[in-house]
């Protein structure tokens, strides 16, 4: 803690930034980048770090701050480090430079930023010298500083570059635009004061067409029949509809209401004409709206032009009324047009100023002015129809049979040749092929009332199954059927519901039974007296088939039984007497022999008494 010089005999207390160890002769300063602030220092322990921001000589008591324009990062630094070029610390202890302020640049060691000079500029920083600050552009100025160009405003401009301040635009110049290297001549309409940013108008009354101006005098008046808005070059003639009669006018006079002027420039306005109003300040007569009519002249207003009255139109213009044709109509008052009536579908009209339209019945189509019926062969079932193609066909082989405007299908009936089937009635036909052997030559046929032919027979009035009776070729001479056949089917004119087309007393299949309830009333078959059963006669060329009564021929059939009986007994008898005295027979004897055993005479005599018992309808 103490060194002693030589020749001394007293020892010195180590001063601060020292230290003296054992038989020091003199003190030791403390390292470069360390210090010490204690007195008798005895080691180099003593000596601390010189902190960052400070530099510190050797022998330091304390450390010192970084002036400005220095730094230091790093502990221990004997001396702290200028700033770099580009970079500034205007600050003590720093430990670090900051970049250069754009607009300006910083030497080495700069503690504060230097200004680039007037009429250059610098957008970045760090520069390090005078010469990297950017020359100004024409158009734009640069004050000491500045970080952009200021462009110059309008009014002002820059011709060369490193300007420091735009200058004004000269008398009669002007320039709106920023940044401008120059000033425009005044236009024509205008004057420009120094400085102008815009041309000044000549006011209203006033024009100009030169260029060049710088005071509003310079301006001139404004010429009759003519008018001058603010800024005008030339004398503006009075547009159609207005007139001017003295000079320096802003604004010319509009046409009073009643008259119009087309011509521009002109003093006078024209009186409006019929069918037509002119309101204030026209240029052209302008049409009465559609829907009425003007039958005066100098009308101001459309609402003076007269409604048009129902059952009539008015087109723009009118200065009268139009009665509406045939074919049209029009129910309201102040309409343009009359309406076609088959804008409504399916209405007609044909008479004239007509205010509304007829409905087309059903069985028609109509045009605006006719009512059509629908062809033969069709129908139409619906009001109001306006084409053709709402009257529809009748169905496949049917037909209206030759009548017009039919309302319904139920009209349509089938073709010659053709019968309704009745499957879809009553609301259409259902036409087929008539059969062979029926007559169905004419429209309207039926399946319930199909003519039959003569010598033809079906089950009931509901079928079509049409069959030739086996007889229908008697009296026909060689042919299969005639109309003068003896059948017992005799066929059908008009047809019936209930009636079979037998002939009178005749019923069932092919007209080959008797009908006993037509020939005897309602008695039942056990009722009857014997004379008054029947039986079917077949047909004959020369009679027709039908059921005849019996009368005696019952008693004359047991009077036949009878003899058969005698017959056979004695017949039994001479068999036998032959077999028992062994006479041989021929052959042909012999089959009659057994023929009229007495068994086989039975079964004869049953049948024989059978047949004049049974159902008389059934016997021949």
Not at 243 to 261: H, V
Request: charged letters at 15%; one cysteine or more.
């Amino acid at each position: 803690g103490y060194y002693c010089e030589a020749g001394t005999q007293v020892p010195t207390e180590c001063p601060r930034g020292y230290y003296c160890g054992l038989g020091t002769s003199s003190p030791i300063p403390c390292p470069v980048g360390t210090w010490s602030n204690q007195s008798f220092s005895v080691s180099r322990s003593a000596c601390k770090d010189c902190p960052p921001g400070t530099e510190c000589p050797a022998g330091s008591s304390l450390p010192s701050l970084c002036s400005p324009g220095t730094f230091a990062r790093r502990r221990g630094q004997e001396f702290c480090d200028d700033c770099d070029v580009g970079k500034q610390q205007a600050d003590q202890g720093a430990t670090s430079c900051g970049p250069c302020d754009a607009g300006a640049y910083c030497p080495r060691g700069s503690s504060v930023a230097l200004r680039c000079s007037a009429g250059t500029f610098s957008s970045t920083t760090d520069l390090g010298d005078i010469s990297q600050c950017l020359s100004c552009s024409p158009g734009s100025a640069c004050a000491p500083g500045s970080i952009t160009p200021r462009q110059c405003m309008p009014g002002t401009f820059a011709s060369d570059y490193r300007t420091g301040e735009c200058s004004q635009c000269d008398n009669g110049t002007y320039q709106s635009s920023p940044n401008a290297t120059a000033c425009k001549m005044c236009v024509p309409g205008s004057w420009c004061p120094v400085g102008a940013s815009s041309p000044l108008s000549c006011r209203e009354g006033l024009y100009s067409s030169a260029t060049g101006l710088f005071a509003e005098e310079q301006c001139s008046a404004c010429v009759t029949g003519s008018a001058c808005v603010t800024g005008s070059t030339f004398p503006t003639p009075c547009l159609p509809g207005s007139t001017a009669g003295t000079q320096g006018l802003a604004e010319c006079e509009r046409c009073d209401g009643g008259s119009f002027q087309p011509v521009e420039g002109e003093t006078a306005c024209l009186s409006c004409p019929l069918g037509n109003f002119c309101p204030l300040g026209a240029s052209a007569s302008l049409p009465c709206g559609s829907g009425r009519y003007g039958n005066t002249t100098e009308l101001s207003a459309g609402s003076q032009c007269v409604l048009s009255p129902p059952g009539a139109s008015s087109a723009t213009g009118s200065s009268q009324a139009m009665i509406c044709d045939s074919g049209t109509f029009q129910k309201l008052s102040g309409q343009s047009t009359c309406e076609h009536c088959n804008n409504d579908a399916g209405h007609y009209q044909p008479a004239t100023a007509a205010t509304t339209c007829l409905l087309c019945s059903p069985g028609h189509w109509c045009t605006a002015s006719l009512d059509i019926p629908c062809s033969k062969d069709t129908y139409n079932p619906h009001y109001g129809n306006n084409s053709q193609l709402a009257c529809l066909s009748c169905p496949a082989n049917s037909t209206t049979d030759g009548r017009d405007g039919q309302r319904s299908i139920a009209a349509c009936v089938c073709r010659g040749g053709f019968l309704d089937t009745l499957a879809m009635r009553p609301l259409r036909a259902v036409c087929v092929t008539c059969p062979s052997g029926s007559l169905c030559k004419s429209p309207g046929v039926v399946v319930d009332a199909l003519p039959i032919k003569r010598g033809y027979y079906r089950l009931s009035a509901a079928s079509q199954d049409v069959r030739r009776c086996p007889d229908a070729y008697v009296n026909c001479s060689d042919a299969m059927e005639c109309e003068e056949s003896s059948s017992g089917c005799r066929g059908t004119v008009n047809g019936s519901a209930t009636w079979d087309g037998c002939n009178s007393g005749l019923t069932g299949i092919f007209c080959m039974l008797c009908n006993e309830s037509l020939l005897n009333g309602q008695l039942s078959y056990s009722e009857y007296a014997p004379e008054d059963r029947v039986y079917y006669s077949v047909a004959r060329d020369d009679s027709p088939a039908s059921c005849q009564r019996c009368g005696n021929r019952v008693s004359a059939a047991i009077m036949m039984v009878v003899v058969l009986v005698a017959m056979g007994t004695a017949t039994g008898l001479v068999y036998t007497w032959l077999q028992k005295h062994d006479l041989v027979l021929t052959k042909p004897v012999a089959s009659f022999f057994k023929t009229f055993k007495p068994h086989n005479k039975v079964k004869l005599i049953i049948g024989a008494v059978s047949a004049t018992q049974a159902e008389p309808r059934t016997n021949h």
